[in-house]
């Protein structure tokens, strides 16, 4: 009940398209729900194809004219939306941790990772280049200008409310971009706060428009958004399974995609790895978000010299977490976000119990109730358990014993994902081999917390491509066009 009166001013109850806050054609709503408490804390319109179509007509009008201003303007108006966003950042954290779970002190780590993303990208909109190539042939001159590609359909996740918006269109509007987004159906509160910040800044109307939808209508909102030929790309995070839908889809116009899929990391403990830094590492990679994130450790692989000192270790860094409401100040590990991520979690614990893993810890739900879930620590797992090869996204921990490097890394490749990875080791020529053999997009090295705006998140195999933060963000949002002037 904290305080949710106080914040209604916050809670938005209509959609953002054209710069305007709309209802459903339909007049249709749904619910949006606190996972702390099951409270109902909004309302909003449960939009569909009709109302998509009419976001993209608006987003479509925008990117007449958002293309044609200058990266400069781009950078200020940018500016003004990252400062406004820093200003409000506990308002934007209050939210966040409402309608997602995590604790406020995650919610307000999430924000300033996202402005981080909307200061980043505005500086990066003044440097965004085309070349002019060195021609083989002395009467002509060859150029390559780089252009925005026009309206992205952008679809997100509830695991990070605002920040997978943040780094999609902060690229993208630093590009010239303009954007319907349709964020995830549990968190959708956190996405029309962003867009009133960036209206408050001043980003015209049309450039961010956000479509509400509940589960039932978001294969329809997203049809459209995949078949649209007004929508020049498609950018998504989300599971696996959905993403491959939209690739499907998104053949129909041949779109350009950019796929933030599930991951499977492994976490690797090598003979020589500090122990305690092992131990922080894990304890950040797993339990952040309540386990709950993309790039969180799947299987924790120990060297057999180590195995039981580092269970041993983790169990009494595990025995800190605090599970609770994320309002509360002392609560580290929230609600999982709904029931069946909470019925997922379970099941994927019982099987692996029922395959012969051991319980250290946990293992059941948590006396709390709802969907609060006890900090879990199995070890002994197996490729026959379905945690093996599955995204477990939950707050259990799962361990299992190597010999050989060899072994290690056949271990850890063995997985069709390839997101996130992490080992430990103070072997520099290990940490060499290790990090060239692991068949990952990003490899963590004595660290367990690796995303920034500065560097290049994405993954390959089945959890997707194209690359999200750094200079190398914007190449999913530009084209190349290329000149060639004869005879001048
Ligand atoms: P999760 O299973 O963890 O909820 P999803 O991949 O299902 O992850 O959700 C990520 C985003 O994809 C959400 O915004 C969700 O609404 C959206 N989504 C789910 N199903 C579809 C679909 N068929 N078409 C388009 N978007 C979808």
């Known amino acids: 009940q904290v305080g949710i009166m106080s914040q209604s001013r916050m809670l938005h109850d209509k959609a953002f398209i054209n710069g305007e806050w709309v209802h459903a054609k339909s007049g249709k709503t749904f619910a949006v729900t606190n996972p702390a408490t099951q409270e109902v804390i909004a309302n909003l319109p449960d939009m569909n194809h009709e109302d998509t179509e009419i976001a993209i007509q608006a987003a479509r009008k925008a990117f007449d004219s958002w293309k044609s201003t200058t990266g400069k303007e781009r950078a200020k108006l940018m500016r003004k939306w990252y ?16 309608e997602n779970g995590k604790p406020l002190k995650e919610a307000v780590g999430e924000i300033i990772y996202s402005t981080d993303y909307l200061e980043f990208y505005s500086e990066e909109a003044r440097r965004i280049h085309g070349e002019v190539l060195s021609s083989p042939i002395p009467s002509k001159t060859m150029i390559l200008v780089r252009e925005p590609i026009g309206v992205i359909g952008m679809l997100t996740p509830w695991n990070f409310p605002t920040a997978m918006i943040a780094r999609k269109a902060a ?23 962003l867009a009133e910040v960036a209206a408050e800044a001043g980003i015209p109307p049309g450039v961010i428009n956000v479509v509400t939808a509940s589960r039932e209508n978001t294969p329809s909102v997203g049809e459209k958004l995949c078949h649209s030929e007004q929508i020049a790309g498609v950018s ?15 053949s129909s116009t041949v779109k350009r995609l950019g796929l933030e899929l599930g991951g499977n990391a492994p976490f690797i403990v090598f003979e020589s790895a ?3 830094n092992a131990v922080a590492g894990l ?46 100040p002392n609560s580290t590990q929230g609600p999982l976000i709904n029931k069946n991520q909470f019925l997922k979690v379970s099941a994927l614990v019982q099987d692996a119990l029922s395959n012969g893993a051991k319980k250290v810890l946990g293992g059941e739900p948590h006396q709390l109730g709802g969907t609060y879930y006890e900090p879990t620590l199995l070890t002994g797992i197996n490729p026959s358990m379905q945690a093996y090869k599955e995204e477990i996204f939950g707050p259990v921990a799962m361990t299992l014993k190597f010999s050989t490097e060899e072994e290690a890394l056949r271990i850890a490749n063995d997985t069709r994902s390839g997101l996130a990875s992490y080992f430990f080791s103070n072997d520099l020529s290990q940490i060499r081999r290790v990090s060239r053999a692991l068949e990952y997009g990003m490899v963590g090295i004595n ?32 084209q190349l066009k290329y000149l060639c002037f004869g005879n001048l």
């Open 83 to 98: 400062e406004l966003a820093v200003s409000k950042q506990e308002e934007l954290a209050k939210v966040l941790t409402l």
């Open 274 to 276: 500090d122990l305690d």
């Open 447 to 478: 660290e367990g917390i690796i995303s920034a705006a500065e560097a290049a998140f994405g993954g390959i195999k089945e959890s997707g491509f194209g690359r999200e933060g750094s200079r190398h963000g914007i190449d999913d949002y530009t």
């Open 283 to 328: 304890m950040a990679s797993k339990f952040r978000n309540t386990g709950q994130t993309c790039v969180s450790t799947n299987r924790i692989l120990l060297h057999e010299k180590v195995h039981d000192q580092f269970v041993e270790k983790l169990k009494s860094a595990m025995s800190g977490l605090v599970v609770g409401d994320g309002l509360n």
């Open 171 to 193: 690229a993208a509007i630093a590009s010239g971009c303009t954007c319907v987004i349709k964020p995830a159906e549990d968190t959708p509160l956190s996405a029309l706060l």
């Open 236 to 250: 998504f995070t989300g599971s696996t399974a959905v993403g491959k839908i939209l690739y499907k889809q998104c």
